[in-house]
């Protein structure tokens, strides 16, 4: 099994940062693909970001292109989100995920979740 656990969000004025980070353990060799998902009340979980496990490719959606960056330290299993110039529309429950495949833009795609980290920001 493998465990994700994020920290990093909090509440935030538009237009400022913040880097969520999420920690992988256990049985990490398994791991691929690692992502970044939201999730906003009353709406379906989003993709996000995506990135590789050399780091070689990096996915965005559309939303966040220019804005955020998602980066990966293998040697310390960690994945990292920068979000910078966020937006109210930005606000939601971000999840880390992993998964065997190389790389996946849909939650069906990945196979380890964390538990969410609220990010708000206020207009």
């Known amino acids: 099994q493998v465990q994700l656990v994020e920290s990093g969000g909090g509440l935030v004025q538009a237009g400022g940062s913040l880097r969520l980070s999420c920690a992988a353990s256990g049985r990490t060799f398994v791991i691929n693909a690692m992502g970044w998902f939201r999730q906003a009340p009353g709406k379906e979980r989003e993709f996000v970001a995506a990135?590789?496990?050399?780091?070689?490719?990096?996915y965005y959606a559309d939303s966040v292109k220019g804005r955020f960056s998602i980066s990966r330290d293998n040697t310390k299993n960690t994945v990292y989100l920068q979000m910078n110039s966020l937006k109210p529309e930005d606000t939601a429950v971000y999840y880390c995920?992993?998964?065997?495949?190389?790389?996946?833009?849909?939650?069906?795609?990945?196979?380890?979740w964390g538990q969410g980290t609220q990010v708000t920001v206020s207009s």
């Open positions: 995920a992993a998964g065997w495949k190389v790389v996946g833009g849909t939650p069906l795609e990945y196979d380890y």
């Open positions: 990135i590789t496990r050399s780091a070689s490719n990096v």
